[in-house]
DNA sequence: TATTGTTATACTCTATAACTATA
DNA sequence: TATAGTTATAGAGTATAACAATA
């Protein structure tokens, strides 16, 4: 337990950040394991539901190493949840489908997923629920100073933070 | 890159949470390192500031292992920005020092870090940063759903996630 | 007997490299 | 030659267990 004061947490935005999204990882996963999942597993699962993407073209959607890939596969397969067919255009390529099973635990998934976050953002009033996904949307977005590409160009008014200033 | 509309990332709480928290962390990483300094080794050593914290209460205070208590000062350590010092009153313990030159990098990592949360929140108007900061110490803090305790006793929607074993 | 810090070790997670079978 | 998927392996990061010194 952090034994700092509320003033001292809200001006920690590393705690702030790492902390909501390490709990809310936490919360995912214990939740879904009554499915019998992994959150990546669902990630994978649900992304092959349409059955016509290659293992490959659910990992680049799911920002995953294809080696990676192999094992959530390997796991999902054997829990007869998905299973790979091969592709009719490409012998070297494979389809992944949900099995009937995998899609009813998509299904089942996807209510334990919006319980776990209407739980959550349920503390806060409608209005500030509404600001604070607009602001998270803002920072990770595109040009946002989140975003993968880096600060983008819109947000020059600080240096690239070199180390001058000692205070 | 992320190809969803922001209507689908923004319903994807887990994303944005893991997303935010890993780009700042990439953020903070890059701009330490022009103190030579990462982030856990900050944080250890701002807390070592007042000369008088023995190893594992450094340790408690982080949320750190004393195994990784002990890898993180040895870096410190043979970085000279840090020094391990016997206790006076127990001979088993050893208090943690800042050198000279750990108590100036601490000092120009705060402002460097100053900088990098002035740069990101910069992008919302003075309320919705204001809006958003509570918001999230609501959720991480005390009797919050994404609080150490769990959800508390204020979220008993949903029954408490039973254990059992995933994929 | 319990605790502080250390060492050695194991485990998880993920990525790199090499291999196959195709293309 | 290049690509899809697999395998083996290595690396980072962290945790567990055993140990020495001390309480």
């Known amino acids: 337990m952090d034994t700092r004061s509320d ?9 702030l950040f790492d902390k909501s999204s390490q709990a809310l990882a936490a919360r995912m996963t214990a939740a879904l394991a009554e499915v019998g999942i992994t959150p990546r597993g669902y990630c994978v699962l649900s992304k ?3 059955g016509e993407l290659t293992q490959g073209e659910i990992a680049e959607i799911a920002l995953l190493d294809k ?4 094992v959530t596969l390997d796991h999902l397969e054997s829990a007869g949840l998905a299973r790979r067919v091969p592709s ?5 390529a494979r389809i992944v489908q949900t099995t ?4 009813e635990v998509v299904d089942r998934a996807r209510t334990i997923i919006d319980g776990v976050y ?3 953002l349920g503390v806060l009033p409608e209005h500030e629920r509404s600001v604070f996904l607009d602001a998270l949307v803002r920072l990770v ?4 100073p989140l975003s993968d590409l880096g600060p983008a160009e819109n947000v020059p008014r600080r240096k690239p933070v070199r180390s001058s200033r000692a205070s």
């Open 88 to 92: 009719p255009t490409d012998r070297r």
């Open 67 to 70: 080696t990676t890939m192999v």
């Open 100 to 103: 009937e099973a995998g899609a």
């Open 141 to 144: 977005g595109r040009g946002g």
């Open 48 to 50: 092959a539901l349409p």
């Open 7 to 15: 003033d001292e947490i809200r001006a920690d935005l590393s705690y």
């Open 118 to 120: 209407a739980d959550v």
